[in-house]
């Protein structure tokens, strides 16, 4: 025997076998094993083995091995190679396995047959066999001793034994593999022990998730000096086993979990088969609760009876409570009641009355220290109503359905554009008169919020996606549970294919509330005793349409619109509106109401969708989306969106009070469904006592003048109720912006429609409907008076002899409006000089304009449409061969308009909104040499630039820069000096002008422009002042100063002629 000691002497560059093969694990599976074992995991696998192999690698890339020759033949002859550790320690790796949850079941009754089978390094164990459990507890622990470890305990940290859990299912035909997991265990020597906590860890099968366990894993260092390892658990009760210690072990303590069943909705079919005969599992901690079987699933899908209750020994607190188990069967001919649907819901802390109530308490704690948009919880809370600030929804941008990011804030709305420094609009009649203005208020437009906040006039709230996402799908009193469908939950093989692309069986709707009992729970009374039986309940719904918006047309994607109308369908009543036609428009304002009746929970479901009008090749018509909309849990909800509270309680106007219930009923019954005292009124009904807080009226209501007129207003007592259910939370008025699904294309939004519900139970005559007519466009005048152009920039068609020249060109002013076919042309100029054009020309420009959209209004045949209210002007030249292209513009949006400057110096471009300052010019590298330029002062700074809205300063006069776009830059051009004013058509008709000059010359007379000639300069000059002279308003001045300069002329000529006179005269008498 030949033996060859190796010593390994530390670390070198030799490639390990990592490096160059690829190691997959060392796994090898097998169906059992007494079959053969093969390298790939199959599907029908259930045990696998590890062989740890080393190969040696030569640095020659040689055989390694021996060659002999006996007896003339030469043999190979492998050498036998054994390594050896000089540091080597043992440990013993302890498995703490509590329980599962959420398992797979492979059977049709849902049940599981589980054992773990346990491997770490070499050893294999397994737990005992729990039968037909959904949360299988096997409460056990395993030791695995004598794993011997290389290295020392450092590099022991770093390299942890891998511990290998496999859970197995003992079925009729063998084990079935539920799923794996791999955990690393925490290590416990070299500190004091500490009891390693139990957690969940997820069952992976084919990279799904098949269920959880709740598991510890330590590891200890048992032939370490001073190492505290724990005792041995005590024995299991089967006696082969260890029990999960006490230290790890949770504690137990009776739980009570009420159920409140309301009932079962849109069944589906299994196995080809309607679910016609159902019946409802509660399951927890293997108590098992059983519902009753509901008489009549087609008239009324409500279970007979709507509160239940068991108690269960659970572990305490909501981090080791077994989830509970929903298990929807259908009971079949023959005894057959297969397993169709489930929901497992895992985690409940939701449920328990007393953790609600700490973090109620916390939020309010947090929120005295926080700011007011941090500690208001995203499930819409009230927000008080004060003078400058209201209620909007703020919303994360996300397509693709889910919506965890909404929350509400307290802030001003938002405007996209720069906001007017204006005035408020005195029309506050006018906007109350419609409900678009309190649509447009809370989308941008500040100018309508200012006014009616100025006013106090209801506004509303503006959800942008549909209501429910942002109060939890209304689930507060009633939840719905998806029962869900999965490929191996229903093992019939003659399941409908168009049954498997459906993962839901069902749904169902109800509660728990989880709680902890102290003793037996005697003595506690049922959170759900007083809930009554649900039977069959009608009632009338009122649905608004109001605006389809950014609809897409699939069948008509090279048009890019479409013609939508509306269809409505509850129940077996379908509405399918055509004459809600429009033609041509992806962004129809519908504007209808529709009133219908249904009995819930029959038929809770609204359907409302949006269809394009003969799309397609055949002259059908097409889907473009629709939306739906669960009455049931509307009308179950605590926060009463039935119909949304206003902010003012109205008798009468357009904003009246539309519940069928007064504020004081209201109040009354949400105190009585929450345990609270009912509220208490003073004689005058300005304050109100609930649960010892006080109201008053003055802290919602700050202007009292607003509130005089009684005919409007209504009681005190009943503004002051509707004020406390504001701060209540309760859903305010609202209108939702629902997304447009297609069924051929789920997922993907076709638009949406803004619109909301109204829904009167126990009412066949219910309040009159809001009308939601939008405005009328009011007819208005706009006459625009162009008085003078200065330093326009013009083109020479031959240049002239000397820099100084003068240049002419004959000028002319055009206007146009937005929507407006043609221009409106000036008279010529004739011969401009320098591009100085005098004109004092009217235009006059007459259109409908929109107050709440702030658009000039256009009439159609198909549609409406809107424009910017836009003013443009621009100077051309009088011969078109000349310069086609005008030399000058000016674009004014007479909502958003730079006021006019006083000074003709003070025109600067940065009045022009969007105005971005042009790079500037390279400096010409050809040039000889360079002129040295004198610099030239710069104009003085204008003051203040403001903007203001022309509808409502009505008037405005002064001068405005003109510019020119040149390579993408505004470069100013030239000035003009205009009047602007806009007026009603009645008082454009009590004010006549004529256009230009015509007549009527007046409001204001215009007077005929002076004009430079240039034929005869000097003439031209001195005709020029004594025009100007005589047109002056200092002519009585100019006139006064003639005649005094004329005597002056004469006395002085008298004077100094004089002496002469009278030597002639005394010469003459005296000769």
Same mark, same amino acid.
């Given at each position: 025997?030949?033996?060859?000691?190796?010593?390994k002497v530390?670390?070198?560059?030799?490639p390990?076998?990592?490096?160059?093969?690829?190691?997959?694990?060392?796994?090898?599976?097998?169906?059992?094993?007494?079959?053969?074992?093969?390298?790939?995991?199959?599907?029908?696998?259930?045990v696998r083995?590890?062989r740890?192999?080393?190969?040696?690698?030569?640095?020659?890339?040689?055989?390694?091995?021996?060659i002999?020759?006996?007896?003339?033949?030469?043999?190979?002859?492998?050498?036998?190679?054994?390594?050896?550790?000089?540091?080597?320690?043992?440990?013993?790796?302890?498995v703490?396995?509590?329980c599962?949850?959420?398992m797979?079941?492979?059977?049709?009754?849902? %049940?599981?047959?589980?054992?773990?089978?346990v491997?770490?390094?070499?050893?294999?164990?397994?737990?005992?066999?729990?039968?037909?459990?959904?949360?299988?507890?096997?409460?056990?622990?395993?030791?695995?001793?004598?794993?011997?470890?290389?290295?020392?305990?450092?590099?022991?940290?770093?390299?942890?034994p891998e511990?290998?859990?496999?859970? +197995?299912?003992?079925?009729p035909?063998?084990?079935?593999?539920?799923?794996r997991? @791999?955990?690393?265990?925490?290590?416990?020597f070299?500190?004091?022990?500490?009891p390693?906590?139990?957690k969940?860890?997820?069952i992976?099968?084919?990279?799904?998730n098949?269920? =959880?366990?709740?598991?510890?894993?330590?590891?200890?260092?048992?032939?370490?000096e001073g190492?505290d390892?724990?005792?041995?658990?005590?024995?299991?009760p089967?006696?082969?086993?260890?029990?999960?210690?006490?230290?790890?072990?949770?504690?137990?303590?009776?739980?009570?979990?009420?159920?409140?069943?309301?009932?079962l909705?849109?069944?589906?079919?299994?196995?080809?088969?309607?679910?016609?005969?159902?019946?409802?599992?509660?399951?927890?901690?293997?108590?098992?609760?059983?519902?009753?079987?509901?008489?009549?699933?087609?008239?009324?899908?409500?279970?007979?009876?709507?509160?239940?209750?068991?108690?269960?020994? +659970?572990?305490?607190?909501?981090?080791?409570?077994?989830?509970?188990?929903?298990?929807?069967?259908? &009971?079949r001919?023959?005894?057959?009641?297969?397993?169709?649907?489930?929901?497992?819901l895992?985690?409940?802390?939701?449920?328990?009355?007393?953790?609600?109530k700490?973090?109620?308490?916390q939020?309010e704690?947090?929120?005295?220290?926080?700011?007011?948009?941090?500690?208001?919880?995203?499930?819409?809370?009230?927000?008080?109503?004060?003078?400058?600030?209201?209620?909007?929804?703020?919303?994360?941008?996300?397509d693709?359905?889910?919506?965890?990011?909404?929350?509400?804030?307290?802030?001003?709305?938002? %405007?996209?554009?720069?906001?007017?420094?204006?005035?408020?609009?005195?029309?506050?009649?006018?906007?109350s008169?419609?409900?678009?203005?309190?649509?447009?208020?809370?989308?941008?437009?500040?100018?309508i919020?200012?006014?009616?906040?100025?006013?106090?006039?209801?506004?509303?709230?503006?959800?942008?996606?549909?209501?429910e996402?942002?109060?939890?799908?209304?689930?507060d009193s009633?939840?719905?549970f998806?029962?869900?469908?999965?490929?191996?939950?229903?093992?019939d093989?003659?399941?409908?294919e168009?049954?498997?692309k459906?993962?839901?069986?069902?749904?169902?709707?109800?509660?728990?509330?989880?709680?902890?009992?102290?003793?037996?729970?005697?003595?506690?009374?049922?959170i759900?005793?007083?809930?009554?039986?649900?039977?069959?309940?009608?009632i009338?719904?009122?649905?608004?349409v109001?605006?389809?918006?950014?609809?897409?047309?699939?069948?008509?994607?090279?048009?890019?619109?479409? =013609?939508?109308?509306?269809?409505?369908?509850?129940?077996?009543?379908?509405?399918?509106?055509?004459?809600?036609l429009?033609?041509?428009?992806?962004?129809?304002?519908?504007?209808?109401? #529709?009133?219908?009746?249904?009995i819930?929970?029959n038929?809770?479901e609204?359907?409302?969708?949006?269809?394009?009008?003969?799309?397609?090749?055949?002259?059908?018509?097409?889907?473009?989306?629709?939306?739906k909309?669960?009455?049931?849990?509307?009308?179950?909800?605590?926060?009463?969106?039935?119909?949304?509270?206003?902010?003012?309680?109205?008798?009468?106007?357009?904003?009246?009070?539309?519940?069928?219930? +007064?504020?004081t009923?209201?109040?009354?019954?949400?105190?009585?469904?929450?345990?609270?005292?009912?509220?208490? #009124?003073?004689?005058?009904?300005s304050?109100?006592?609930?649960?010892?807080?006080? %109201?008053e009226?003055?802290?919602?209501?700050?202007?009292?003048?607003?509130?005089? =007129?009684?005919s409007?207003?209504?009681?005190l007592?009943?503004?002051?109720?509707?004020?406390?259910l504001?701060?209540?939370?309760?859903?305010?008025? %609202?209108?939702?912006?629902?997304?447009?699904?297609?069924?051929?294309?789920?997922?993907?939004?076709?638009g949406?429609?803004?619109?909301?519900?109204?829904?009167?139970?126990?009412?066949?005559?219910p309040?009159d409907?809001?009308?939601?007519d939008?405005?009328?466009?009011?007819e208005?005048? +706009?006459?625009?008076?162009?008085?003078?152009?200065?330093d326009?920039? @013009?083109?020479?068609?031959?240049?002239?002899?000397?820099?100084?020249?003068?240049?002419?060109?004959?000028l002319?002013?055009?206007g146009?409006?937005?929507?407006?076919?043609?221009?409106?042309v000036?008279e010529?100029?004739p011969?401009?000089v &320098?591009?100085?054009?005098?004109f004092?020309?009217?235009?006059?420009?007459?259109?409908?304009?929109?107050?709440?959209?702030?658009?000039?209004?256009?009439?159609?045949?198909?549609e409406?449409?809107?424009?910017?209210?836009?003013?443009?002007?621009?100077?051309? =030249?009088?011969?078109?061969?000349?310069?086609?292209?005008?030399?000058?513009?000016?674009?004014?949006?007479l909502?958003y308009?730079?006021r006019g400057?006083?000074k003709?110096?003070?025109?600067?471009?940065?009045?022009?909104?969007?105005?971005?300052?042009?790079p500037?010019?390279t400096?010409?590298?050809?040039?000889?040499?360079?002129?040295?330029?004198?610099?030239?002062?710069?104009?003085?700074?204008?003051?203040?630039i403001?903007?203001?809205?022309?509808?409502?300063?009505?008037?405005?006069?002064?001068?405005?820069?003109?510019?020119?776009?040149?390579?993408?830059?505004?470069?100013k051009t030239?000035?003009?000096?205009?009047?602007?004013?806009?007026?009603?058509?009645?008082q454009?008709?009590?004010?006549?002008?004529?256009?230009?000059?015509a007549?009527?010359?007046?409001?204001?007379?215009?007077?005929?422009? $002076?004009?430079?000639?240039?034929?005869?300069p000097a003439?031209d000059?001195?005709?020029?002042?004594a025009?100007?002279?005589?047109?002056?308003?200092?002519?009585?001045?100019v $006139?006064?100063?003639?005649?005094?300069?004329?005597?002056?002329?004469?006395?002085?000529?008298?004077?100094?002629n004089?002496p002469?006179?009278i030597?002639?005269?005394?010469?003459?008498?005296?000769g």
């Amino acid at each position: 025997l030949w033996i060859r000691s190796r010593i390994k002497v530390g670390q070198t560059n030799i490639p390990s076998i990592e490096e160059s093969v690829e190691v997959t694990g060392g796994w090898e599976y097998a169906k059992m094993f007494t079959t053969k074992f093969h390298s790939g995991e199959m599907g029908s696998d259930i045990v696998r083995r590890r062989r740890h192999r080393r190969e040696l690698i030569s640095l020659n890339f040689g055989p390694v091995m021996f060659i002999m020759s006996q007896k003339g033949k030469k043999m190979r002859i492998a050498p036998q190679m054994i390594m050896e550790f000089k540091l080597k320690s043992k440990f013993e790796v302890r498995v703490h396995l509590y329980c599962g949850r959420a398992m797979t079941s492979p059977e049709v009754s849902g %049940y599981v047959n589980t054992y773990c089978r346990v491997s770490v390094s070499k050893q294999t164990q397994n737990t005992i066999t729990i039968w037909e459990q959904l949360s299988p507890v096997w409460d056990q622990t395993m030791v695995f001793t004598d794993i011997t470890l290389v290295g020392n305990l450092e590099e022991v940290k770093e390299s942890l034994p891998e511990v290998y859990v496999s859970i +197995l299912h003992k079925g009729p035909l063998g084990d079935h593999l539920l799923g794996r997991t @791999t955990v690393i265990p925490h290590q416990q020597f070299g500190k004091e022990y500490e009891p390693t906590k139990l957690k969940w860890y997820p069952i992976i099968l084919n990279n799904e998730n098949e269920g =959880d366990i709740l598991a510890a894993f330590e590891i200890f260092h048992i032939d370490g000096e001073g190492e505290d390892v724990p005792f041995m658990p005590p024995k299991h009760p089967s006696g082969n086993a260890y029990q999960v210690p006490p230290g790890i072990r949770p504690l137990m303590k009776q739980t009570r979990i009420e159920v409140l069943s309301w009932g079962l909705r849109h069944l589906k079919f299994w196995a080809k088969k309607p679910i016609d005969n159902p019946l409802i599992e509660i399951e927890c901690g293997g108590f098992l609760l059983t519902l009753p079987k509901i008489p009549d699933l087609v008239n009324n899908p409500n279970f007979p009876k709507t509160s239940h209750y068991f108690d269960a020994l +659970l572990p305490q607190g909501f981090t080791y409570k077994p989830p509970i188990n929903i298990r929807l069967l259908d &009971n079949r001919p023959n005894g057959f009641s297969p397993l169709v649907g489930k929901y497992i819901l895992k985690t409940f802390s939701q449920y328990d009355p007393e953790y609600l109530k700490k973090r109620l308490a916390q939020a309010e704690l947090e929120g005295s220290t926080t700011t007011e948009s941090e500690a208001t919880p995203p499930d819409a809370e009230s927000v008080s109503i004060t003078e400058t600030e209201t209620v909007i929804v703020i919303e994360e941008d996300d397509d693709d359905g889910c919506c965890n990011c909404c929350c509400w804030k307290k802030e001003k709305p938002k %405007y996209d554009g720069p906001i007017p420094v204006v005035d408020e609009s005195d029309d506050w009649e006018f906007l109350s008169m419609y409900w678009w203005s309190r649509y447009f208020a809370m989308q941008g437009n500040t100018l309508i919020y200012k006014t009616m906040r100025k006013h106090e006039l209801p506004l509303l709230v503006v959800y942008e996606r549909e209501i429910e996402r942002y109060f939890n799908n209304f689930s507060d009193s009633i939840q719905q549970f998806q029962m869900a469908r999965t490929p191996k939950l229903g093992g019939d093989p003659d399941e409908d294919e168009d049954d498997e692309k459906d993962p839901l069986t069902g749904v169902y709707k109800g509660s728990f509330r989880i709680y902890e009992l102290e003793g037996d729970g005697t003595d506690r009374d049922l959170i759900y005793g007083s809930v009554p039986t649900a039977g069959p309940i009608k009632i009338f719904v009122r649905l608004y349409v109001l605006q389809a918006m950014f609809l897409s047309c699939p069948s008509r994607h090279k048009e890019k619109t479409c =013609d939508p109308y509306i269809a409505v369908t509850l129940g077996p009543k379908h509405i399918a509106d055509t004459t809600s036609l429009i033609r041509k428009n992806r962004h129809p304002r519908f504007c209808r109401i #529709y009133n219908l009746n249904t009995i819930i929970p029959n038929n809770p479901e609204l359907k409302v969708a949006i269809i394009d009008f003969e799309s397609t090749e055949e002259g059908r018509d097409d889907l473009i989306g629709e939306t739906k909309v669960d009455l049931e849990d509307r009308f179950l909800s605590i926060k009463r969106p039935i119909c949304g509270l206003t902010e003012r309680y109205m008798i009468s106007g357009p904003h009246k009070w539309r519940d069928f219930m +007064l504020p004081t009923q209201i109040l009354d019954e949400f105190c009585t469904a929450n345990g609270i005292p009912l509220p208490t #009124y003073s004689s005058d009904g300005s304050n109100c006592n609930i649960n010892d807080e006080i %109201y008053e009226i003055s802290e919602f209501e700050k202007h009292k003048e607003n509130f005089e =007129d009684t005919s409007i207003w209504g009681p005190l007592n009943e503004r002051i109720a509707l004020y406390v259910l504001l701060e209540l939370g309760l859903v305010r008025d %609202y209108a939702e912006k629902r997304k447009l699904i297609n069924p051929v294309m789920p997922g993907v939004p076709q638009g949406k429609v803004l619109m909301f519900t109204d829904i009167f139970p126990f009412m066949d005559s219910p309040p009159d409907p809001m009308c939601i007519d939008p405005p009328i466009p009011v007819e208005m005048e +706009l006459r625009c008076i162009v008085f003078d152009v200065t330093d326009v920039e @013009t083109i020479e068609e031959v240049p002239p002899e000397k820099p100084d020249d003068d240049t002419l060109h004959d000028l002319m002013v055009s206007g146009q409006f937005a929507g407006d076919p043609e221009a409106q042309v000036s008279e010529i100029h004739p011969r401009a000089v &320098n591009g100085n054009g005098a004109f004092n020309w009217r235009y006059l420009f007459r259109f409908g304009y929109g107050f709440l959209e702030r658009k000039r209004v256009i009439p159609g045949e198909l549609e409406d449409l809107m424009l910017d209210p836009i003013l443009t002007l621009s100077v051309k =030249d009088g011969d078109p061969s000349v310069s086609p292209d005008p030399y000058a513009f000016l674009h004014l949006n007479l909502t958003y308009l730079p006021r006019g400057m006083a000074k003709e110096e003070w025109t600067w471009m940065e009045m022009i909104p969007g105005y971005e300052e042009p790079p500037p010019p390279t400096p010409d590298p050809l040039a000889e040499e360079e002129e040295e330029e004198e610099e030239e002062e710069e104009p003085p700074r204008p003051p203040k630039i403001t903007y203001l809205n022309l509808f409502k300063k009505k008037k405005t006069q002064g001068w405005w820069p003109m510019y020119k776009k040149i390579n993408g830059y505004l470069y100013k051009t030239g000035k003009i000096k205009m009047e602007l004013e806009v007026m009603t058509k009645p008082q454009a008709e009590a004010r006549p002008a004529g256009f230009g000059r015509a007549d009527p010359n007046e409001n204001p007379e215009i007077d005929e422009p $002076i004009r430079v000639s240039t034929e005869f300069p000097a003439i031209d000059a001195k005709v020029k002042t004594a025009k100007f002279v005589w047109k002056s308003p200092n002519k009585p001045k100019v $006139i006064l100063a003639g005649i005094l300069q004329l005597f002056g002329v004469v006395s002085f000529s008298l004077i100094y002629n004089l002496p002469t006179m009278i030597v002639s005269y005394l010469v003459s008498y005296l000769g």
